[in-house]
């Protein structure tokens, strides 16, 4: 089982839709979760991260945690299609100060005009 | 500020010459990582120095793979030799601690292909 596992896509949606991405991890010690968009030919850039169970919301995003089900999710309302990017999942495997960070393979969203 | 620097953007050299890669963390961030992406692996880190002391490496693939870190604002990745399996893009992201946040910054990326 891969530590972070995300389905790669495309996830294709319409323009306005909400789009849903999921993560599964299988550190159960793991304690802080990001969520990273990507660019065709960019870099990472953080969106999102939560450390505890729940909801968080920022903006059109909101980060979902079930530290119980090792699960993280992210939603974005109203889709644009300026949001069609890979969205990395990443897991803080570090028990206390580091950044040990595990990345998950990413899903490809596509919003559709 | 100009974010995280990396040099160069882009890297072609044959099988077996030595590779090195080079980052300019932004100012006052006390962690550093190397990062590599390929499309079969993805996102993988490679290493990542905290107050310029490498703290784990053991995302290092092999002995071929050297990093350093000798004052805060700068750091390099070696490979030597360099092999066709090491064509990746290559990212060095920073953070700061103090922020509470873990935000990693990263750089735009090194373009490497081995021949």
């Known amino acids: 089982q891969k530590e972070v596992e995300q389905n790669s896509g495309p996830l294709s949606v319409p323009e306005g839709a909400i789009a849903s991405l999921n993560c599964t991890y299988s550190?159960?010690?793991?304690?802080?979760f990001f969520w990273y968009r990507q660019y065709s030919g960019k870099s990472p850039e953080l969106i999102m991260f939560?450390?505890?169970?729940g909801d968080k919301e920022d903006g059109r995003f909101t980060a979902q945690l079930n530290k119980a089900s090792q699960y993280v999710s992210l939603l974005i309302r109203d889709s644009q299609p300026s949001d069609s990017a890979t969205y990395l999942c990443?897991?803080?495997?570090?028990?206390?100060?580091?950044?040990?960070?595990?990345f998950g393979p990413g899903t490809r969203l596509s919003v559709l005009p | 500020d100009a974010g995280v620097i990396q040099s160069p953007r882009h890297e072609v050299t044959e099988m077996g010459q030595e590779v090195t890669l080079r980052c300019k963390p932004i100012?006052?961030?006390?962690?550093l990582f190397w990062y590599r992406q390929t499309m079969m692996r993805g996102l993988e880190l490679l290493i990542y120095?905290?107050?310029?002391?490498?703290?784990?490496d053991s995302g290092m693939p092999e002995d071929r793979f050297s990093a350093k870190m000798p004052n805060a604002s700068f750091s390099t990745l070696k490979i030597q030799p360099s092999e066709p399996r090491d064509s990746a893009v290559y990212f060095c992201?920073?953070?700061?601690?103090?922020?509470?946040?873990?935000?990693?910054?990263f750089g735009p990326g090194t373009r490497l292909t081995v021949l």
């Open positions: 550190d159960r010690g793991s304690q802080s």
């Open positions: 990443a897991v803080n495997r570090a028990r206390y100060y580091g950044q040990n960070f595990v």
């Open positions: 120095f905290n107050n310029n002391v490498p703290i784990d």
């Open positions: 939560i450390y505890s169970n």
């Open positions: 992201a920073s953070s700061e601690r103090t922020s509470g946040r873990y935000e990693q910054f």
């Open positions: 100012s006052g961030h006390d962690y």
